[in-house]
């Protein structure tokens, strides 16, 4: 058995410096993906790759994948990695810390010089935050984007992809070339903090995670008319924001009818036009919602449209409802859960099964490559706001249960024989 630590030092080094790009006026870190700060935090990271000697390839899609000169992708390699970019005002450790664990494991070991069965490289995807589309970079490798598919997709301001990937020095051409086969990825490991108060209450240091729930999302409009505010009678109004308002107040009730486990968030709303003494002719809504049930997702896609028609026609309005591309639940890999549940027994630390109610990238990489990923808990369960932490001790405990699983993975101690979500979904 091969026993390596990380450099707990330059891991904390690593998380503090990214730490420092987009850091917002609200007090956390707004880096959205193919932004200014984005671009910062890559070549910070490109920085430290070719400071350790590895070479870094950069897909039209902006994923980032990180291998020691020697590699030559065979046999297949394992990987490990998250994402750079966050939410707005979001946290240091949302996809930071797995991104940069996966680079310091990749770093020991290839100072360290290691014989292993298989490459072990480090990845970093683009937008997994989602302002272009779920998981952008990891569906890419997925299933691809046709130019089409690319040329629809916009972000949280309204700008498109598309011009957002030429600005930031993208191909287009190379864009829709980027695609990974399934198989040609021996495992992959994704390092991520709970975003959830589970683990901590129960005071357990290692999560292995069984699953990670569906996502689904939409655009709505309510399309009204815009009028006096001081002249128009109540009656005689077709206020888009009260029926948007009326509509959000149905939705907890109508998730809860179909699935106790889902959930529904309205993050983002804006009325057009913007002015005080404007009755609001139009008011867009963007919905997050979640189930751990395929089926049950598609059910509450469809009860949410339902339900924005019903309101829109009663008032005499109209919906619009343009739905987000789904990305369906997953069951994690069995032989790579037991890798890390194997990793942490090697290190004494407690363990937990757990399932994850966040999207991840492992979502699609676990139809590319047998699949699994590690929790460490959040500090009052926060995420996704500045307040997310998680101890420094819990950071170096769960970098050194992914670099033992890598390990274990690569030098094949913990064999990998089942096939990747699409073979055992299907
Ligand atoms: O929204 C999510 O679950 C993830 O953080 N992208
Ligand atoms: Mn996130
Ligand atoms: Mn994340």
Same mark, same amino acid.
């Given at each position: ?37 984005? /671009?910062?935090? =890559?070549?910070? &990271?490109?920085?430290?790759?070719? #400071?350790?000697?590895?070479?870094? *390839?950069? %897909?039209? +899609? ?76 990891? /569906?890419?490798? =997925?299933?691809? &984007?046709?130019?089409?598919?690319? #040329?629809?997709?916009?972000?949280? *301001?309204? %700008?498109? +992809? ?94 809860? *009818? ?169």
């Amino acid at each position: 058995m091969v026993t390596l630590r990380i450099n707990a030092e330059r891991l904390r080094a690593d998380i503090e410096a990214l730490a420092s790009i987009g850091r917002s006026p609200a007090g956390g870190i707004s880096r959205t993906s193919f932004g200014p700060a984005d /671009a910062l935090a =890559r070549e910070w &990271y490109l920085a430290r790759c070719a #400071e350790a000697g590895l070479t870094v *390839d950069v %897909d039209g +899609l902006g994923n980032m994948v990180v291998r020691a000169p020697s590699d030559t992708g065979r046999p297949a390699p394992v990987c490990s990695g998250s994402h750079i970019d966050t939410v707005p005002n979001g946290g240091r450790l949302d996809g930071a810390l797995g991104s940069l664990a996966a680079l310091e494991a990749l770093r020991r070991i290839s100072e360290t010089g290691i014989e292993l069965a298989h490459p072990v490289r480090a990845l970093v995807f683009s937008d997994e935050e989602g302002n272009y589309g779920h998981l952008l970079g990891s /569906a890419g490798l =997925r299933h691809g &984007y046709g130019r089409k598919q690319l #040329e629809e997709l916009s972000g949280r *301001d309204g %700008d498109r +992809l598309v011009d957002a990937l030429v600005a930031a020095g993208y191909d287009l051409d190379e864009a829709t070339r980027t695609r990974v086969e399934a198989g040609s990825i021996h495992a992959f490991v994704e390092l991520h903090i709970e975003q959830g108060p589970i683990m901590e209450e129960r005071g357990t240091e290692i999560g292995v995670v069984t699953s990670i729930v569906g996502l689904a999302g939409a655009r709505v409009e309510f399309i009204g008319s815009a009028d006096h505010a001081g002249t128009t009678p109540l009656t005689r109004r077709k206020d888009a924001l009260l029926a948007a308002s009326e509509f959000l107040q149905l939705l907890p009730g109508i998730a809860h *009818d179909i699935s106790e486990a889902a959930v529904v968030t309205c993050g983002m709303i804006s009325v057009d036009p913007a002015s005080q003494n404007v009755v609001p002719g139009v008011a867009h809504l963007t919905l997050d919602f979640r189930d751990p049930d395929w089926d049950r997702l598609q059910q509450l896609a469809a009860a949410f449209e339902q339900a924005a028609r019903d309101v829109a026609r009663r008032r005499g309005l109209h919906a619009s409802w343009r739905p987000d591309s789904m990305v369906e639940p997953v069951p994690l890999h069995p032989e790579v859960r037991a890798a890390i549940a194997a990793a942490a027994d090697g290190l004494g630390l407690s363990r937990m099964d757990i399932p994850s109610g966040a999207g991840h990238d492992s979502q699609n990489m676990a139809w590319l490559a047998p699949t699994a990923m590690i929790f460490v808990p959040s500090i009052n369960g926060k995420s996704h706001c500045p307040e997310e932490d998680t101890s420094w001790h819990d950071i170096e405990n769960g970098a050194n249960a992914l670099l033992a699983t890598l390990l274990a993975l690569a030098t094949e101690e913990a064999p990998v024989t089942g096939p990747p979500l699409v073979a055992i979904a299907g």
